[in-house]
């Protein structure tokens, strides 16, 4: 008896492994597509697209345009140095990438990125994002941050009835003012103004802010800000004694929750691109699935990434190039909903924004949902049901299972047929027939025939007993319609006066804006935030006829010196639909020093001495008579300033701390060396050395008003 056991798990095992074998074999002959991802192993990207990918994998693979079965693969690739893992992206022959996660990683590396020369998806919600890409290939997977700005205004404005509204920014950060600017101009258009809008430079001033904070009294304070820092932020506000509502954006991260006491959570406004705690049939799925699959919660990133996979396949089904047919999507169903790349912006595939409110234990309550700027009823997100009929025990006939979130039931076996209704996942619908391939299943549906793809199904059952049902009429394309003229927002010029800029007196950038399309624009905004001081500006355009250009003023104050640039961006909300929506950033350079009290040249020989100001009233620097240094007179002093050059220099790069020798030795003046100066009478000012040649020393200096 035993040896007729070991016997029989011997064949079992035989058996076990012959299946194996053979599965291996037909994977390795099966066409594979491989998608680069820029994250951790574990990440958020790199968890939510292997979600995605093992279903379409277990399904079968995805059926291209030509019927070829198609697996998916990801090709990892840490974001510790981008340079070393796109070029590994680039010898692995990808069809697209994911990733990066964070704004400022695809900011900084765009012309990197666009190298890969094929689509990049990204979670990266930055405004400025799409506007900064030249080649078309970048996708956002997200809604960008304004219409998280947008979302929370509607609610609390016309939900809450809210009017007192105080931001506070903390740090200057891209993301950071990005979502405050967005923010303040949602709000404003909905007819309140952030008052008062407070900056924290740095964690001693958290104090003042929470006194001004606390004296302004408004009915919600909006934070904006690095988790932590926020974190600690909120923290002593609380403890300061302010009772009112807040709302922070970032609420789930661990360092904002290490931060801030658990009872302190409760009632947090916030908004995601997809809460977790989401009821509708296509997030319960997907939440159970990845929780079984990686034992924790998924992150809307992590949502975003898995809706990036099937939009692929989506686009890998259809004819044509992968980007083009990615643009041409719509009505997508995703687990943060509906995707519509072809009617969104140029880049853009979800336009998908709650609104939540922590409770008691800080998990997120769903208050409001957004597509765009439409608000969807509460109820669309709790009475979608998944239905399950009940299988039998053993299927009669051909019986296929829907295995997508949602599988569409066409007139016809092919994409050019209409869409009659759709099935969810975990249906099992009765087989009646096929084409002549069996690529395309028949159903009874709603009365009449449908058909339904096979290539992300589960069949059980002998296809080859179904009958072969004649597929109708390809239906005739429509007609393309006239596309109406539309409007075209384009800035030719901008500059400033004075220039260059004087710290603390205000300045005027003069903005020429012109509608280049071929219908007139409605009202749009055009702004910009000034660097070093975050200094943010912004006027706005009533309308602009087709054809017509108009002047509009920037006006701000700057407080330190030196040479900047600045995106000036014109439709700023993105209210005018456009030709093109991609032209719409100047980018502008300016200066900010001090006014110049005199510039020349001399040359000093032994025992001469220079007055920068030439007011002949006391030196301030003499070539000493043994020509072996440069001494500074009557309380000037002098330092060598490293990597500086005369052109470049301006008033702030001139610092006592570090200008404060009096006396510099011959064999440091070399030729090209420049030296600041704090003169006698207390001015800042450089002098470059331009040689020293027979015990004489040539300078040239420029000296700036105190």
Known sequence: MRHQVLRRLTVLGLLAG?????????????????????????????TGASLAVNEINTAGGIQGADGTFFRLELVVQPTDNLATSVANLNQAAIIAALGPESNAAVLDNLPLLQSLNVPVLTPATVD????????????????????????????????????????????????????????????????VTVQPALIIQNPNDNPTIIAQVIQANPEIVVLYGEPGATGNFYESLRSAGWSGLTAYNDTRAPAFRQAVAAERLANIISTTTWPFTA????????????????????????????????????A???????????????NVQG??????????????????VAVVQLNQ???????????????????????????????????????????RAIQNVRSGPGLSYDVIGQLNQGEQVQIIGANLDFSWLVIQFRGQQGWISRAILEVFGNLNSLPIIQPPPTPTPLPSPTVPPLPDIVIDSAFVTPSPIIPNVPFTVSVTVRNAGGANASQFAVAATFPPNTVYASAFVPGLGAGQSTIVNLVGTLVNTGFYSVAIVADLNNEVQELNETNNTLNFSYT???PTIRQASQILNPGDTLDLEGNAVQGDVNWDASATALNALFGARIAVLANINLGTIHWDLIDPN???????PAANLIPGAVIGIITADGNRGAMRVDSLANNQLALTFIVFQQ
């Open 658 to 664: 570090i200008v404060n020798l009096t006396s510099i």
């Open 128 to 191: 400025t994002l799409l506007t900064s890409d030249t080649s078309g290939r970048i996708f956002r997977t997200r809604a960008a941050e304004i219409l998280r700005g947008r979302a929370l205004a509607d609610y609390l404005i016309n939900d809450l009835q809210v009017h007192r509204i105080a931001t506070v920014q903390l740090g200057f950060d891209i993301d950071i003012t990005a979502g405050v600017i967005g923010f303040s101009e949602a709000s404003r258009a909905l007819g």
């Open 316 to 330: 890998i089904r259809r004819p044509g190039e992968l980007q083009n047919n990615l643009l041409q999507l719509q």
């Open 18 to 46: 012959l299946i194996v074998a053979l599965t291996a074999v037909r994977a390795q002959g099966q066409p594979v597509f491989r998608i680069g991802v820029l994250d951790d192993t574990l990440g958020d990207i790199a």
């Open 361 to 403: 234990f800080g998990v997120p309550q769903v208050l409001a949902r957004f597509q765009g700027t439409e608000r969807i009823p509460l109820d669309q997100l709790v009475t979608r049901a998944t239905p399950t009929p009940a299988a039998t025990p053993t299927p009669q006939g051909v019986v296929a299972t829907i295995t």
């Open 592 to 594: 900010i020093n001090r």
């Open 335 to 352: 687990v943060q909903g509906i995707l519509s790349p072809a009617i969104l912006g140029r880049g853009e595939t979800s336009n998908n």
């Open 279 to 314: 009821r509708d049939a296509v997030s319960s799925t997907f939440r159970e699935n990845y929780i079984f699959t990686f034992g924790s919660v998924p992150t809307p990133i992590a949502a975003a990434s898995y809706d990036a996979v099937y939009l692929l396949a989506e």
